[in-house]
């Protein structure tokens, strides 16, 4: 039988902000005029996750990514194309997370993200200011699906595994969880996640 739910774990991308993916390569590729695929080649995903999971600095990343494509970008001009991903908070889940809090549920989040990422969306949506355990890659030098992460995130919260629901829009992200013995639920719109969080007894 299942312990009562104390913990809910969100993640931030595509639960509580937008990423869009077209944006941003569009506004890269404009900008270094490269062919937008060049983004998928693994020398530049290296140099992101890299940043993503706390090896480099954003200075670095930056530093890193005009020699990759052998174009200079102002600090400030690449940190904002870096950004353009990030269009606007996604719909119903502050609603959510405010009705979890009135009912004392510990509210955590866990990310794949770098600073930048993180400390835009915490200035962009409100409600990720009341949540106060931060889990994040750039923090932790890990990274979802790795079951490691889940556990670390787990034992911070001083929490047993099936005392946690974690909350995020990939699947391999949802296995990953639940190989760490962490109850989870695959986010697609707040109106499907409140269905969902009923069959863990909680009513939102």
């Known amino acids: ?50 940043f993503m999971v706390g090896r480099i600095a954003g200075e670095d990343f930056h530093r890193l990514t005009c020699e990759r494509f052998n174009h200079f970008v102002p600090f400030d001009k690449f940190r904002q ?4 991903m990030l269009v606007a908070e996604v719909a119903g889940t ?16 866990l990310s794949n993200t770098d600073p930048w990422h993180y400390e835009y969306s915490f200035n962009h949506i409100p409600i990720l200011k009341r949540i106060d355990k ?36 990939l699947q391999p992200n949802i296995d990953g969880a639940k190989k760490a013995n962490l109850n989870a639920i695959q986010f697609i719109n707040a109106e499907q996640l409140r269905r969902d969080l009923k069959q863990f007894g909680i009513d939102v």
């Not at 194309?81 to 353009?84: D, Y």
């Not at 890990?142 to 047993?160: G, H, S, W, Y």
């Open 134 to 169: 931060n889990f994040l890659s750039y923090d932790l030098k890990m990274k979802k699906p790795d079951v490691e992460i889940f556990q670390t995130t787990a034992r911070k919260l001083k929490a047993n595994p099936d005392e946690c629901l974690f909350i995020d829009d």
């Open 81 to 84: 194309i870096w950004e353009s």
């Open 1 to 50: 039988m299942k312990k009562t739910i104390r913990h809910v774990i969100f993640d931030l991308g595509q639960v509580f902000i937008t990423v869009d993916l077209n944006i941003f390569a569009k506004n890269f590729s404009e900008e270094f005029s490269v062919d937008p695929a060049e983004l998928m080649h693994d020398d530049f995903n290296g140099v992101h996750k890299d």
């Open 94 to 109: 502050a609603a959510i997370v405010e009705k979890l809090e009135e009912q004392e549920y510990s509210l955590a989040l």
